[in-house]
């Protein structure tokens, strides 16, 4: 994978709570503000599939690639030549968490994905993780 994006930051959060987010994908809306509507029904399983509007630009499907619970979940939407791809991770400290969101793409055009959606998509790691971390503070 190519990456586009990547951002870390610490909270306070459990691990567990973060994942009950992205593992969600209803609730993304609420908190991403690179997101503006989500189908999806079901559990978060491997193979499952929704349906994604961004804030712009057109909309998608995406599906769960890769999950373990309470640490990881990533997401792929399938571009002409290339996949998209969105890694959610979470990693318990001391007395915080770590996480950490990388966006990437992959496949033999992954050079002409990123070189289209490299500017638009530069700040949306960094975007998804504070929207997330704002989100549980006000609750």
Same mark, same amino acid.
């Given at each position: +994978? ?9 909270? /306070?959060?459990?691990?567990?709570? #973060? ?8 609730? &993304? ?16 399983? #491997? ?5 994604? @509007? ?5 909309? =998608? ?12 979940? =990533?997401? =792929?939407?399938? +571009?002409?030549? $290339?996949?998209? #791809?969105?890694?959610?991770? $979470?990693? /318990? #400290?001391?007395?915080? =968490? ?10 033999? %055009?992954? &050079?002409? &994905?990123? @070189?289209? %959606? ?6 949306? $790691? ?5 929207? %997330? ?5 006000? $609750?």
């Amino acid at each position: +994978m190519e990456k586009i994006s990547t951002h870390v930051a610490e909270t /306070p959060h459990p691990p567990e709570t #973060l994942y009950r987010l992205w593992a969600a994908p209803m609730t &993304w809306a609420s908190w991403d503000p690179d997101v503006a509507e989500v189908q999806f029904s079901g559990e978060a399983i #491997l193979g499952a599939s929704g349906w994604m @509007r961004p804030s712009s630009g057109p909309a =998608t499907t995406f599906e769960i690639v890769a999950l373990e619970t309470d640490r990881l979940l =990533t997401t =792929t939407s399938r +571009m002409p030549g $290339a996949k998209l #791809l969105f890694e959610h991770r $979470a990693e /318990p #400290l001391d007395a915080s =968490t770590r996480v950490t969101v990388t966006i990437g793409v992959d496949g033999p %055009l992954r &050079w002409f &994905w990123r @070189r289209v %959606l490299g500017k638009s998509f530069a700040g949306a $790691a960094e975007r998804n993780v504070r929207g %997330l971390i704002d989100y549980l503070d006000a $609750a």
